[in-house]
């Protein structure tokens, strides 16, 4: 049996915290949620190393850095609403989760969808829904969000999850070409928006209305 903990504390020391990620509480979740079983069993050797890896579907578990660092901006304090579009495996929903009030997760593709609602459920979760669409535009029945997470390559933040965002609240998303991306802090100032620019990343494309065509 492998040592999972002990792996997961490993990633916090070499991964994050010599990256820069500061938040405590952050680091306390990425050490605790069970990263390993998010993914098929095939490849838990290499669960906790730091790599984007496939979940099938041809959709991929980020890397546990890109995962920290963009729940980090999303500088989160416990109470928020959260949307993530792209639910994949349903790890980040997870770490989400741990630290917000609700989170609700959209996923185009079912088969993937029902295994994170699963999974999620099994593992205790009660305050992350999924639901299956097209995230490109968002879920404006249960708008407006404190915080609005992308975890899918998109062009430019869609206008319509922009206007599902409250006031004060923050967007995060890898925005750019189809392979290759910067990660992009929004942040909703009296209506507009103040754009940060953070790393370089290369995520799987969002396919959808305000998305990459299929
Ligand atoms: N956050 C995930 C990783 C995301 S991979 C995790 O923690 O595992 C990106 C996911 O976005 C893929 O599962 C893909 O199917 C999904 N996706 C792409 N376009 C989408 C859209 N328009 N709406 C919802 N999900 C989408």
């Known amino acids: 049996m492998?040592?999972?903990e002990r792996l997961r504390n490993l990633m916090v020391e070499t991964q994050l915290i010599p990256r820069g990620i500061k938040d405590k509480r952050l680091l306390d979740v990425m050490r605790k949620v069970p990263r390993h079983l998010f993914i098929p069993e095939t490849s838990w050797d290499d669960a906790?190393?730091?790599m984007?890896?496939?979940?099938?579907?041809?959709?991929?578990?980020s890397q546990p850095y890109m995962v920290a660092i963009m729940t980090e901006l999303l500088e989160l304090k416990g109470d928020e609403r959260v949307l993530e579009i792209g639910t994949g495996s349903g790890y980040?929903?997870?770490?989400?989760g741990e630290l917000a009030g609700e989170v609700y997760t959209i996923e185009r593709i079912e088969a993937l969808a029902?295994?994170?609602?699963?999974?999620?459920?099994?593992?205790?979760?009660t305050n992350i829904y999924v639901v299956i669409g097209d995230g490109s535009k968002g879920l404006p029945e249960k708008s407006p969000f404190d915080r609005i997470i992308i975890t899918a390559a998109t062009p430019e933040i869609p206008e319509c999850?922009?206007?599902q965002l409250a006031e004060g609240g923050i967007i995060v998303a890898p925005v750019g070409q189809r392979f290759s991306q910067i990660l992009i802090k929004a942040k909703k100032i009296k209506g507009t928006f103040k754009?940060?620019?953070?790393?370089p990343c290369i995520f799987v494309p969002l396919?959808?209305?305000?998305?990459?065509?299929e």
Not at 92 to 96: G, M, V, W
Not at 114 to 125: P, Q, S, V
């Open 92 to 96: 980040q929903a997870a770490i989400l």
């Open 52 to 61: 984007a890896l496939p979940i099938g579907e041809n959709q991929t578990i």
């Open 195 to 199: 754009q940060e620019y953070h790393t």
């Open 161 to 163: 999850l922009k206007s």
């Open 207 to 213: 396919i959808g209305e305000y998305g990459w065509k």
């Open 114 to 125: 029902h295994k994170a609602k699963n999974r999620l459920g099994e593992m205790g979760y």
């Open 2 to 4: 492998r040592d999972f």
């Open 48 to 50: 906790y190393e730091d």
